[in-house]
């Protein structure tokens, strides 16, 4: 409408015609020159609001409709909780023993039950410590090595001793450590998912 409203004005200023007939008191007629671009019949018009409407209403719809659908793809997770993993009479202290446990994890749409391993130490004061088979360097699987009493993670050389700490190669940090209970001579760890 500005646009419109702009020619006219320089219509007026530059046509000497018209300023011929201003001088002359003549009644000037503007006659609106809609271009087809700038007219919209009122079936046009209903037809884009419908159409606008339409895609609100889908779009309101279907949001959550697919959210429903994509966020198992991008869940991945098990539920945190304690674990049982040994009775303690089964360990032999001073040497870290290995012990397996499983758990339901959820990846997308798929549910697996995922078998993990971790060390647990019962030291000769009854203190028990449950250490992550995971080295702390790039997640290799670091194993114990009863020949040389330490762990030994065969990725990149990296070893542990018995109580996760590093003693040399790259890891940044000691292995993992779990929380633990014992209840009944049951051993637990906490695990986080
Ligand atoms: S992953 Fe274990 S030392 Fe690199």
Redesign the pocket.
């Known amino acids: 409408m500005l646009r419109l409203a702009l020619m006219h004005i320089s219509r007026i200023c530059y046509n000497p015609a018209i300023f011929a007939d201003l001088r002359c008191g003549t009644k000037l007629r503007f006659t609106m020159d809609w271009r087809s671009d700038y007219y919209i019949g009122r079936r046009e018009f209903v037809a884009s609001v419908a159409g606008i409407l339409g895609a609100l209403i889908t779009l309101l719809v279907g949001l959550p409709i697919i959210g429903y659908l994509i966020a198992p793809a991008l869940r991945a997770s098990g539920v945190a909780g304690w674990v049982s993993l040994v009775p303690l009479s089964m360990l032999q202290p001073g040497i870290p023993t290995p012990c397996s446990f499983s758990r339901l994890k959820q990846t997308g749409w798929k549910r697996m039950q995922m078998t993990r391993t971790v060390y647990a130490l019962l030291r000769d004061s009854g203190d028990v410590t449950v250490l992550s088979d995971i ?6 699987k ?1 194993r114990w090595s009863p020949e040389r009493s330490v762990f030994v ?6 070893i542990f001793d018995r109580e996760g700490a590093v003693l040399s ?3 940044p940090r000691p292995l993992d450590r779990f929380d633990t209970k014992v209840e009944n001579g049951q051993l637990f760890i906490y695990v986080e998912d």
Do not use: A, M, N
């Open positions: 080295c702390t360097h790039l997640s290799c670091v993670c065969p990725c990149h050389d990296g190669g790259p890891p």
